[in-house]
C-alpha cells in the first residue's frame, strides 16, 4: 500500500525513533530549566538576600499606611506636654482640648491606651501597665534610661537599652523613654487629617455639613464661595498635597498620551516608506527599518536620560522619550500590516479611476485602520505604565513623587495613596481603551 | 421612490461620518497642541533651548568614547557581567511569570473546561496583576528586601503572569475542542485533557508570546535597574551619577544594550517566525 501511493514508508524504527526524541524533550527541557534557575539562585544570592531582608519594614509599611499615631510627649528641657498627630508641629492639640484618653495635671498625665493599658507619667518617671504582665518603669536620668521590669524573663517586644527603653506590647502601643524625653504613641485605624488640614477651619467636618456650608451664603472667606473655598483648602492640604498629586498624575497621563499620539502620526507615514509594496526603492525601505530598528533599539530608558539632559524635567521629557521608541515599534508593526493588506480593494479603487491619494485613502486606509487603532490603544494602555517608570529615572510626574515620598519614608500613608491613586489612573486607561477598541473596531 | 430614500438615507449617513472624523481629527490636534504647549511650560527647560543642547550630550559622550580608543572595547566587555544579569532577571521572571500564566490561563477559559465559578475571579485578578506597574512593586520590595536583582525579578514576573495570562487565554479560546472530547470520551481527568489535548495545540502560540514578552522584559529589567535593581540599569545610574568623565563607560553601556536588545528582538523574532510560520506573532 504504502508504495502504491509513493508515500515514504513508516517503519517501526522511525516511529520509535520519534517517540524517543520526544520522550528525551520531555526530560530534557525541564532539567535544563530547573539547572538555570537553581544557577540564577545562587547567581542573585537569593539565601543571603532572604537572611537580610527586612520583613520588619514591610509590617511597619502596612501598618503605617493604614493607622497613625497621636503621640504624647514630654520634653523634659521645656518642661511641658504635648500632644500631637504623628508629633507634627502643626496638627498640635491645643491643652485645653485634649483627646479625652489623655488626662494632664500639670507636670504629670495619665494616658489610657484601652483594653487595660495605660501609661502614667510623672516627673521624669514613666509607668506602662501592661493587663497579663505587669508594670514597667522607666525613669530617664542625666545619664540614661533605668528600667525596672516585673520579674522573669523579658518579652521581645521590650527593647532594654542603658540609653532608651521601647516598649511596644501591641502593634498599636507604643512608650519610649530617653534622658530627654518621654514619648507615648497610640495608634488609630485611618488616614489623619486626609480631607482637611488640622489647623483649617474645616476640619473634622462630615459630608453633609460640608455640603451645607457650600450651599450657604455666609462666606467663610469673604474673597472667594465656599465651595471653591472647600476646594481649595483640600487641594492644598500640606500633609497630603493632593494638589501636587494631582498634577503629577495629570503629568504621567499627559506624557502618555502626547507620547503615542505623536509616534502614531510619525509612525504611519514612516510605515509606507518601510512597506514593500508601497516603496520601491531598496535603499528607501531598508533606511526606514534600520531606523526603526534604531529607535525601539536605544530603548526608552536611554531616550529618557538623553531628554532629561536636554530639556529638564517635565511631561515633554517623557512624552519625547515615548514617542521616539514607539515611533519604532508602531512604524514596523503597521508596515507589516501594510504588507499583509489585500491589493484587490486597492485595484478596485483603481479600476474606477481614482488618483493616487484616493487610492491610498478608500483602498489602503480602511484595511489597516482596525490594526491602526487597536495597535495605538495597546500602546496607550502600556506606556500609562511606562510613563510612571520614565518619571521615576527622572523626568518627573507621578513616578518622580512616588520615589521621593519612598525615600524620605516618613509618612507611608502618603506612598500608599500615590500607589493608590496610579493603579487607579491605570486601570482607567486600560478600561478606557479597551471599550474605545471594542466600540471602534467591532461597532459597539 | 424606494431607491431615492434610501440615496438620501446613505448620503445622511455618509455625512454623519465624515462629521464624526472631522471631530475626531479635530479631538486629536486639539489634544496635541494644547498638551505639547502646556507640557512645555511645565518642563522645567523648554523645548526651543533644548533643542539646542539636544546633541551635546550624546556628542559629548561620543566624544570620551572615541578618546579612549580600544579600550572602549574593553569597557563594553567589563560591563558585559552586569548585562548578563539583567538578561537573568528578565529570563527568570518571564519563566516564572509564564509557568504562573499558564495556570491561570487554564483556569479561565471556559473552552477548556475551566471550573465555571473561577473563571471570573481569575480574569479579574489578571487584570489586577496587569495593571500594576512594575515600578511600584519593585521600590516596594527594594525597601524591604533591599538592593539587589530579586525585587526586578518579582516585579516583572508579577506583571508578565497578568499579560501572558491574557494572551494565554485568548490562545486557549480559539483551540479545536474535538481531541478535548475524545479525551473524554476515553474517561482523561482533567489534568490529562489538558496535558494532551489542550497542550500540543497552544504550545506553538504560547511559545510565541514567551519570546515577544522577553523582549518587553530585557527593556523593563534594564529600566528597573536603574531604580536600584541591580543590573545594567545600576551600572548606568552610576556613571551617569558621575557625570562628567564618566562619558566613556555610559557610551559603552548605551552600546551593549543597543546591541544586546537588538540581538534578542532579532533572535526572539526569527523564532518566532519558525513557531508561527507567518512571522507575526499579533
Known sequence: ?444 | MAVAALEQEILTLRKHRQLYSLIGLLLVVAVLVSGYSKSNAMNSGGFLQGLSKFFDYPGEIVVEAWEAGPAFFGLIVSFAPAMLETLNIALVATLLGGAAAVVLAMASTRNVDSWGPLIPVVRRVMDVMRAFPELIIALFLIFVLGSSPVPAMIAVAFHTAGALGKLFSEVNENIDRKPIEGLSACGASWLQRIRFAVLPQVAPNYLSYFLLRLEINVRASAILGFVGAGGIGQELRRTIGWGKGAGDETAAIFVLLFVTIMLIDQLSSYMRGKLVGSGRAH
Open chain 1, 1 to 444: 500500500m504504502a508504495t502504491d501511493t509513493m508515500e515514504p514508508a513508516v517503519t517501526h524504527e522511525t516511529v520509535w525513533r520519534t517517540v524517543r526524541r520526544r520522550a528525551r524533550i520531555t526530560v530534557l527541557v525541564p532539567i535544563a530549566i530547573l539547572a538555570y534557575l537553581t544557577y540564577t539562585w545562587f547567581a542573585f544570592d537569593v539565601s543571603a538576600l532572604l537572611a537580610k531582608s527586612q520583613p520588619d519594614r514591610a509590617v511597619i509599611l502596612a501598618t503605617d499606611s493604614v493607622a497613625y499615631k497621636v503621640q504624647v510627649e514630654k520634653n523634659f528641657r521645656r518642661g511641658e506636654f504635648k500632644v500631637a498627630i504623628e508629633g507634627e508641629r502643626t496638627a498640635t492639640y491645643d491643652n485645653a482640648e485634649l483627646p479625652d484618653w489623655v488626662d494632664l495635671d500639670g507636670d504629670t498625665a495619665f494616658i489610657d491606651l484601652g483594653d487595660g493599658y495605660s501609661v502614667e507619667i510623672d516627673g521624669k518617671t514613666a509607668l506602662f501597665a501592661i493587663p497579663g504582665y505587669g508594670v514597667i518603669k522607666g525613669t530617664a536620668t542625666d545619664k540614661g534610661v533605668d528600667t525596672v521590669l516585673p520579674n522573669g524573663p523579658a518579652p521581645d517586644w521590650v527593647k532594654v537599652d542603658p540609653r532608651k527603653l521601647n516598649v511596644r506590647p501591641t502593634l498599636d502601643r507604643r512608650l519610649q523613654v530617653t534622658k530627654t524625653k518621654i514619648e507615648v504613641h497610640n495608634y488609630f485605624g485611618g488616614w489623619e487629617n486626609f480631607w482637611f488640614p488640622f489647623r483649617s477651619p474645616l476640619y473634622g467636618m462630615s459630608f453633609s455639613q460640608l455640603y451645607a456650608l457650600a450651599l450657604s451664603s455666609d462666606r467663610m472667606d469673604p474673597e472667594t464661595s465656599n465651595l471653591w473655598f472647600i476646594v481649595d483648602e483640600f487641594l492644598s492640604n500640606p500633609d497630603w498635597q493632593h494638589g501636587d498629586v494631582f498634577v503629577a498624575l495629570f503629568e504621567t497621563i499627559m506624557m502618555a498620551v502626547l507620547g503615542t499620539l505623536t509616534a502614531a502620526l510619525f509612525g504611519l507615514p514612516l510605515a509606507f516608506l518601510a512597506a514593500r509594496n508601497f516603496t520601491s526603492s531598496t535603499f528607501l525601505r531598508f533606511g526606514t527599518r534600520r531606523l526603526f530598528d534604531f529607535l525601539r533599539g536605544i530603548d526608552m530608558l536611554i531616550w529618557s536620560l538623553i531628554f532629561i539632559r536636554a530639556f529638564g524635567l517635565g511631561p515633554l521629557t517623557g512624552a519625547l522619550a515615548i514617542a521616539f521608541t514607539d515611533t519604532g515599534s508602531l512604524g514596523k508593526l503597521f508596515s507589516e500590516a501594510l504588507e499583509n493588506i489585500d491589493n484587490k480593494q486597492v485595484e478596485g479603487v483603481r479600476a474606477t479611476g481614482a488618483s493616487q491619494i484616493q487610492r491610498y485613502r478608500f483602498g489602503v486606509i480602511p484595511q489597516i485602520l482596525p490594526v491602526f487603532v487597536s495597535q495605538v490603544l495597546y500602546y496607550l494602555e502600556s506606556n500609562t505604565r511606562s510613563a510612571t517608570v520614565i518619571g521615576a529615572l527622572g523626568a518627573g510626574g507621578i513616578g518622580l513623587l512616588l520615589v521621593e515620598t519612598m525615600k524620605t519614608s516618613r509618612d507611608w500613608e502618603n506612598t500608599s495613596y500615590i500607589i493608590i491613586l496610579t493603579i487607579v489612573v491605570v486601570i482607567l486607561m486600560d478600561q478606557t481603551s479597551s471599550w474605545l477598541r471594542r466600540k471602534l473596531i467591532e461597532g459597539k
